[in-house]
């Protein structure tokens, strides 16, 4: 199964307000880790909402290299997937998968709970950074699991995981998840420290308490972000089935869309409350938010562009401060808004890149190390650019919206990673946009 299609493009013709309404798919990354943690429980799990993106499809075809049953169904209607692991057995994970996908790493905690080995090989750095996983393997192994490397290989072996206390010098996303997968069935308990707090950790928490597993998350939202997990029996852990929450992103990137081609927009089925530092980001730019939160709806009235301006600094940060996730978006809005912006980037070491592309339709933002500056009210010339990676893609989109003429965004198969339909879901809004091959 072939996952990132490439040569794909989304032709644009820009300069049309975006109006109506649409839902929000399932989030891509609370969906991955909960797949992954499928293969800790002995038996079938169904998961309801997940994304029609490639990289769910990536992380179910690593899933069925081990031998588990994947089962795909409805990925445009119900988008149900089940998992069987009862004859799980292979442990080492195909090189074009995890190349393909950095996040399939974050298969080797369960991989180890069940197996008690994973051999994988190093995903390697990205577009938008180093991405080392050294903080995934520092804690897998003082849980007790020996790593080495053999070349590209990473192999990882436990005949018994031991619960410790882990202190994350960073809150390490994929870390986290990592460790807490591997220290469900560990002997005792494990407390992380300074553990991440995103909402995917979180819903890998519930998804895997509601599977069996005892893990007391409460304390992530403490000063000291602490996750507790009582190690169980494997046998204790059974089958499940859970809904997808979904996803922030993508309803941010929707924001960020209409705040930058004016209009109103309605998104149906928002994650509430995981949108905050970002609704605050665009009213302070001078659109109105409403937020439903009985409907889960969340409506930007983007229409009057007098009122449209750029805020003088953002800076990414981890959860729930404004997301590195949703940085491209914004650069992309600051452009269609007058005044200046300076966006930090602290999470990731090379985030910028989709800045050459905006140049190239006219956009005034330079780079400097971790800060960019956007100058923005100029005009936004259609070009043909080129998506180097998922959110700079989104956010060319977003540019080519409102660029004059036509905008053609090529390799746009990074995009469909994780958006299910941008097409579908911005020409429903009145865009005038079209996949082509
Ligand atoms: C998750 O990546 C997300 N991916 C990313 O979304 C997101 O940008 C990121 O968290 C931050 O929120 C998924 O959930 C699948 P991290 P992850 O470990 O887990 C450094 C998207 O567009 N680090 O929190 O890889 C790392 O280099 C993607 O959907 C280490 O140094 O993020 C980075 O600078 C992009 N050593 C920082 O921490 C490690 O062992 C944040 O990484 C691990 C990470």
């Known amino acids: 199964m072939t996952h990132c299609r490439d ?17 929000i798919q399932g989030s ?18 169904v998961l309801k909402g997940c994304p029609d993106i490639t990289d769910i499809k990536c992380m179910c075809s690593l899933l069925q290299s081990t031998g588990a049953e994947v089962e795909i169904c409805g990925m445009k209607t ?69 790593i080495w490397t053999e070349g590209n290989h990473i192999h990882a072996y436990a005949d018994e995981l031991r619960g410790t206390v882990i202190e994350l010098p960073f809150p390490s996303v994929g870390a986290t ?54 190690g169980i029996e494997l046998s204790r852990l059974h089958e499940v089935s859970y809904e997808i929450i979904t996803d922030r992103i993508v309803a941010g990137t929707y924001l960020f869309a209409a705040l930058a081609a004016g209009g109103e927009v309605t998104l149906e089925n928002i994650p509430i409350g995981q949108l905050d530092s970002t609704c605050d980001i665009i009213t302070r730019m001078g659109a109105a938010i409403a937020l439903d939160e009985d409907r889960n709806e969340v409506t930007i009235y983007a229409d009057d562009r007098s009122k449209i301006f750029n805020i003088p600094y953002v800076e990414t940060q981890v959860y729930p401060a404004f997301p590195t996730d949703l940085q491209s978006p914004l650069i992309a809005a600051a452009c269609m808004a007058k005044g200046q912006l300076k966006v930090r980037e602290k999470i990731f070491s090379s985030r910028f890149r989709i800045v050459e592309e905006l140049r190239r339709m006219g956009a005034d933002v330079t780079v400097e190390g971790d800060l960019a500056v956007v100058t923005g009210g100029r005009e936004l010339e259609g070009r043909t650019v080129i998506a180097r990676e998922l959110r700079g893609g989104a956010a060319l989109v977003i540019a080519g919206l409102c660029a004059s003429g036509i905008t053609t965004v090529t390799d746009s198969g990074y995009i469909e990673r994780g958006y299910q339909d941008i097409v579908g879901d911005l020409t429903k809004l009145g865009a005038r946009i079209k996949n082509r091959n």
């Open 7 to 23: 040569n794909e493009s989304i032709w644009i013709e820009g300069k049309r307000p975006l109006n109506g309404r649409i839902q």
């Open 28 to 45: 891509k990354n609370a969906a991955l880790p909960i797949l992954a943690a499928c293969m800790l429980i002995p038996g079938k799990c």
């Open 78 to 146: 119900g988008n149900q997937i089940t998992v069987d692991t009862r004859n799980v057995r292979k442990h080492r994970l195909p090189e074009k998968y995890v190349s393909a996908m950095r996040s399939s790493v974050v298969l080797m905690g369960a991989m180890l709970g069940r197996l008690g080995e994973v051999c994988v090989n190093y995903p390697g750095g990205c577009v938008i950074g180093e991405r080392p996983i050294d903080l995934h393997l520092c804690g897998l192994e003082k849980l007790g699991a020996q």
């Open 177 to 230: 998840q990592n460790i807490i997968m591997a220290a469900v069935t560990a002997q005792g308990t494990t407390v992380i420290k300074n553990a991440a707090r995103e909402p995917e950790v979180t819903e890998l928490c519930k998804f895997l308490n509601r599977a069996g597993a005892k893990i007391d998350y409460a304390g992530a939202f403490l000063p000291e972000g602490r996750i507790v997990i009582y």
